[in-house]
Nanobody, 122 residues
Framework: QVQLVESGGGLVQPGGSLRLSCAAS????????MAWYRQAPGKQRDLVAT???????NYVDSVKGRFTISRDNTKNTVYLQMNSLKPEDTAVYYC????????????????WGQGTQVTVSS
């Protein structure tokens, strides 16, 4: 199994910044894509940004130029630097990865973190 633990959420004023971290641990053989999703109250969970193990990134249009996703493969950790935050960025942010374990190196499964709350408000 693979466990994902997020940290770094909180309350910030509009225009402020936050940095989310997500560390993967467990019986990991390899991690392919890592990503951040978010879910606002009463809405579905939406993709925010993705990063491959080679470092290729992709962002939803609403966060381009404001958010930066990065990862440290030596630590199995993904980050989300969020700048120029807006009230509409308020949501629970979830970490995601696609990983294979040492017991089943050819089998890839999705794993999710428990979520961290980000609130943008004055």
């Amino acid at each position: 199994q693979v466990q994902l633990v997020e940290s770094g959420g909180g309350l910030v004023q509009p225009g402020g910044s936050l940095r989310l971290s997500c560390a993967a641990s467990g019986n990991i053989f390899s991690i392919n894509t890592m990503a951040w999703y978010r879910q606002a109250p009463g809405k579905q969970r939406d993709l925010v940004a993705t990063i491959t193990n080679g470092g290729s990134t992709n962002y939803v249009d609403s966060v381009k130029g404001r958010f930066t996703i990065s990862r440290d493969n030596t630590k199995n950790t993904v980050y989300l630097q969020m700048n120029s935050l807006k009230p509409e960025d308020t949501a629970v942010y979830y970490c995601y990865c696609n990983a294979a374990t040492r017991r089943a190196r050819l089998e890839w499964y999705p794993y999710w973190g428990q979520g961290t709350q980000v609130t943008v408000s004055s």
